[in-house]
């Protein structure tokens, strides 16, 4: 079974550019979720996708945009970069439902110049 | 709103001693509480979780965490600290409620010392 994948491991960008994160899901999952983690402080939601829809979104401005494709992999897309866009980037599967366990792939650790 | 507080940013204990990490959450309705562990230049990884079975949950490497409702708090402990379970961890709240999504805790930053 393979678990959550996501790519690049790091890239580094400049402000105001344009970013494209991905992620492919655990084997049986159709529901994914991305996070944003500042350096020292916890993870924060920026929306999930379920079956190819957005199934909620946290307090991200509109820049913040993702896509789930059929086979359940997705990506994170973020407009004009901000110098406090650069964190790392955690995505996770989970089975569907609301309070079902989160599985974490190892990040994108984003750095904006 | 659920919200997640871990009353201590950094703990440190000694090898062979006990592990208590603290988590008060809040949440207005029947929540489901994780830990998650993190090791440096890692993923999450999960620990354990309670959804309104057991109120005391066991999970992996020896780690097991009491939920308790009147006290709102889901506490992380161990027998014996290793070397090895120095990592950050978070306690995660998430409720049906609220909608599809975790919310952390800022975290604990646990050390082993020799």
Redesign the interface.
């Known amino acids: 079974e393979t678990g959550?994948t996501q790519s690049p491991t790091h890239l580094i960008k400049t402000r105001g550019q344009q970013v494209t994160l991905r992620c492919s899901s655990q084997s049986g999952h159709n529901?994914v979720?991305w996070?944003q983690q500042a350096l020292g402080?916890?993870?924060?939601?920026i929306f999930?996708y379920?079956r190819e829809e957005e199934?909620?979104r946290?307090n991200f401005p509109p820049r913040f945009s993702g896509l789930q494709f059929p086979n359940y992999s997705s990506e994170l897309n973020v407009n004009a970069l901000e110098l406090d866009d650069s964190a790392l980037y955690?995505c996770?599967s989970s089975a569907g439902q609301?309070?079902d366990?989160?599985?974490?792939?190892?990040?994108t650790r984003l750095t904006v110049l | 709103a659920q919200s997640v507080t871990q009353l201590d940013s950094h703990v440190s204990v000694s090898e062979g001693t006990p592990v208590l990490l603290r988590c008060n959450y809040s949440s207005s309705y029947s929540?489901?509480l994780?830990w998650?562990v993190q090791h440096p230049n890692?993923?999450?990884?999960?620990l354990l979780?309670y959804?309104s079975a057991a109120t005391l949950v066991k999970g992996i490497n020896g780690f097991e965490a009491e939920f308790k409702k009147s006290e709102t708090s889901f506490h992380l402990t161990k027998p014996s600290a290793h070397m090895s379970d120095a990592a950050e961890y978070?306690c995660v709240v998430?409720?049906?409620a609220y909608?599809?999504?975790?919310?952390?805790?800022?975290?604990t930053r646990l050390s082993v010392l020799p």
């Open positions: 959550v529901t979720s996070y402080q916890g993870p924060q939601f999930q379920y199934n909620g946290g955690l996770a609301v309070t366990t989160q599985y974490f792939g190892p990040g | 929540p489901s994780f998650y890692k993923g999450l990884q999960l979780k959804t978070f998430s409720d049906r909608g599809q999504n975790f919310v952390f805790g800022p975290g």
